[in-house]
C-alpha cells in the first residue's frame, strides 16, 4: 500500500538556521595590514562588534573579510576600522 497524502495535510518547510538569512559577508581592502600584529588586532577589535560573527584577515592580500548579522552595520565596522588605524581604502 502506498503512502498518499490527506487533502488537509500540509508539510511545512523551515530553515535550520534562520538566523544566517540576513548575514552579509563584506570584504574591505586595508592598505596598512603588514604582519599578523595587524591582523590580531583587526580580528580582536571587530570582533568586539555585537553582530559581527567572524574576521579574516591577511597581511599577503590585505583584506579583511567580515560577516556579520544585524546589529552590526557596515558603517560600525568602518567605524572600528577608522578607530583602530585600519581604515578601508
Given at each position: 500500500?502506498?503512502?498518499?497524502?490527506?487533502?488537509?495535510?500540509?508539510?511545512?518547510?523551515?530553515?535550520l538556521h534562520p538566523?544566517?538569512?540576513?548575514?552579509?559577508?563584506?570584504?574591505?581592502?586595508?592598505?596598512?595590514?603588514?604582519?599578523?600584529?595587524?591582523?590580531?588586532?583587526?580580528?580582536?577589535?571587530?570582533?568586539?562588534?555585537?553582530?559581527?560573527?567572524?574576521?579574516?584577515?591577511?597581511?599577503?592580500?590585505?583584506?579583511?573579510?567580515?560577516?556579520?548579522?544585524?546589529?552590526?552595520?557596515?558603517?560600525?565596522?568602518?567605524?572600528?576600522?577608522?578607530?583602530?588605524?585600519?581604515?578601508?581604502?
Amino acid at each position: 500500500m502506498e503512502f498518499q497524502p490527506r487533502k488537509h495535510m500540509r508539510f511545512i518547510h523551515f530553515k535550520l538556521h534562520p538566523e544566517e538569512e540576513n548575514m552579509k559577508t563584506v570584504t574591505y581592502t586595508i592598505p596598512n595590514i603588514s604582519c599578523m600584529h595587524c591582523v590580531h588586532t583587526i580580528k580582536t577589535e571587530v570582533s568586539e562588534v555585537q553582530g559581527v560573527k567572524s574576521v579574516e584577515a591577511s597581511p599577503q592580500t590585505k583584506q579583511a573579510t567580515i560577516t556579520f548579522d544585524t546589529p552590526a552595520t557596515e558603517d560600525k565596522i568602518v567605524e572600528v576600522l577608522k578607530e583602530i588605524n585600519y581604515a578601508p581604502a
